[in-house]
């Protein structure tokens, strides 16, 4: 079984940046794909990044339209962390962002840290 730990939110200005970082700990045989998603109340949770293990099928990454360019999306495999830097954040990045991690055929999701972007 994987539990997901996020960390790094906060309040930041318009155009800043933070890094989001979830470590994976537990019993598990390995950890196929990682993400981020988020998620405002009112709507329904959207996928943000996600990133695959790479090894012999080689590494993937995908972002949503809206933060293409402004989010990248990385992980430490020695580590079991996934990691969102977030740059030229904007007031609509404000969510609470969670994490998920794909281990065969089970998902697990983070508790979320949540992000507020204001002046």
């Known amino acids: 079984q994987v539990q997901l730990v996020e960390s790094g939110g906060g309040l930041v200005q318009p155009g800043g940046s933070l890094r989001l970082s979830c470590a994976a700990s537990g019993s598990f045989f390995s950890i196929n794909v990682m993400g981020w998603y988020r998620q405002v109340p009112g709507k329904q949770r959207e996928m943000v990044a996600v990133i695959n293990s790479g090894g012999t099928s080689g590494g993937s990454t995908h972002y949503a339209d809206s933060v293409k360019g402004r989010f990248t999306i990385s992980r430490d495999n020695a580590k079991n962390t996934v990691y969102l830097q977030m740059n030229s954040l904007e007031p609509g990045d404000t969510a609470v962002y969670y994490c998920?991690?794909?281990?065969?055929?089970?998902?697990?999701w983070g508790q979320g840290t949540r992000v507020t972007v204001s002046s």
């Open positions: 998920q991690a794909l281990e065969r055929m089970t998902v697990y």
